[in-house]
């Protein structure tokens, strides 16, 4: 039987045009699970209690630490030591009666995860490391049930929405782990704290919007937030039907040796230049971008068309992959290692952006 719908708490959300209470009842309705209560699960915890989400299952096995807490305001000094998914469900309990809670003190693993992402409407992702972010992917795909994604990383957040209506999985954003230690994680990159707060709330507002129905979402996008520059875009991506087919899980997800994408600098790269040095420098940016201006000598390959097999890569001379800020030249850079792993493959670290900012319009073509 479904609970009476509490109108004064839930006022200013049910006010609204294009949302009121049958939104409400939607939200009531819901079982979303959280998998992992750290810097992202923290605020996507808050607001979907606060909102009214009808059930929530947390999910994390590990403790409160000191270097937690500039990040995961959720928690105090005074509970480091303490699990972090019964500390936010005390807390989050406090903030709204209304709404039940499912607690799993344990990690996600080839064993659970079936049986427990089966029993809710929407996973979000809120963990900080790629082979449970694998394990998620494949289970919602399994399951049909839509993928709520975020990361973080120092100063810049990507949140998109996957296997929802059809749209993409997250191994069409990544088709294969990286290696280990290939990408730094928060404990070794580091991460400024008000980073996941706005990354978790705007993977619960991707869940509002999935469970409601308004607006639009993520879904078929990666949504890219440079919070130095003050500056978001977003990446289009490409549905490869083959990753909507996976039917059983993987027997382990843990990273598998490969070797590591090499960063180039601006700097690195105007040496090369100006040394005369032989080497393939490919555009992965969209075509419109690319005709508007580019670096001599580059050649247009969108990473949306990429398709690895189809380029040729010579193991003599380096091939250098560009694009504007950086995200989409690594992508593409690791598709092509694990094609040619013996090739010197490099991406160009900011892309076009620090390009500009140290040479300004040297080496550049404007058609």
Known sequence: MSKPLNRERYLRQTQLANF???????LAQAKVLVVGAGGLGVPVLQYLTGMGVGTIGIMDFDTISLS???????????EVGQSKASMAHAKLKALNTEVDFQIYNEALTISNALEIVTQYDVVIDATDNFSTRYLLNDTCVILNKPLIYGAVQQYEGHVSVFNHQGGPTYRCL???PPAANEIPDCNTAGVLGVVPGIIGMQQAL?????ITGIGQTLSGYLEIHDFLSDEQYKVKLKLNP????IATLQASYEPVACKTVQLLSVEELYDWYESGKNFR????REPDEFAEEH???AVSYPLLQLKPAEVEISTEVPTVLFCQKG????????LLQQQYPSAHIYSVLGGMDFWQDEFDDEYLVHP
């Open 242 to 245: 083959e990753n909507k087919s």
């Open 68 to 78: 937690n807490l500039h990040r995961q305001v959720l928690y105090t000094e005074a």
């Open 174 to 176: 990544y088709p294969q």
């Open 20 to 26: 009121g209470e049958q939104a409400q009842v939607k």
């Open 281 to 284: 420098l490919i555009d992965v």
């Open 327 to 334: 995200a989409r030249s690594s992508k593409a850079a690791q």
């Open 295 to 297: 670096l001599k000598g």
């Open 206 to 210: 991707q869940a509002i919007k999935v």
